[in-house]
């Protein structure tokens, strides 16, 4: 049994809407909204798409409790918005490699390290 409320709570945090949620998974807006009202269970074929989409492991999709954001996670967020509404996305390209290489245990260069195929921008638009 899937959390619908984390769900909900997850793609609010994300700043996503059902809509974009929707496209994200490749499932109707009506699909999405009846599994957040608790109206529909998430099928196991589409748990990771829920996952990939809303950025979290699978498990946090299956647990019965509230998973609050982290405060990393939260610190994150606000940083990734920030670097969205700034225009800055080679930053937030880099920052995703170099927090996507912690997590995995893989190699990527460290923030701030030039990354090939981006440009970063100094400052506001």
């Given at each position: 049994m899937t959390n619908e409320n984390a769900i909900q709570a997850?793609?609010?945090a994300r700043g996503l809407t059902q809509e974009q949620l929707a496209e994200r998974v490749g499932l109707s807006i009506s699909y999405v909204s009846r599994l957040e009202k608790g109206r529909?269970?998430?099928?196991v074929k589409h748990i990771d798409r829920f996952a990939a989409a809303l950025?979290?492991?699978r498990e946090r999709l299956l647990t019965k409790e509230d998973v609050p954001l982290t405060e990393e996670d939260q610190e994150d967020l606000a940083l990734l918005r920030q670097a969205r509404d700034r225009g800055v996305i080679g930053e937030v390209?880099?920052?995703v490699?170099?927090?996507l290489s912690e997590i995995e245990g893989t190699d990527a260069p460290a923030p701030g390290a030039p990354v090939r195929g981006t440009v970063v921008r100094k400052g506001p638009k």
């Open positions: 997850l793609r609010e529909r269970n998430l099928s950025g979290v492991p390209r880099m920052y490699r170099f927090r």
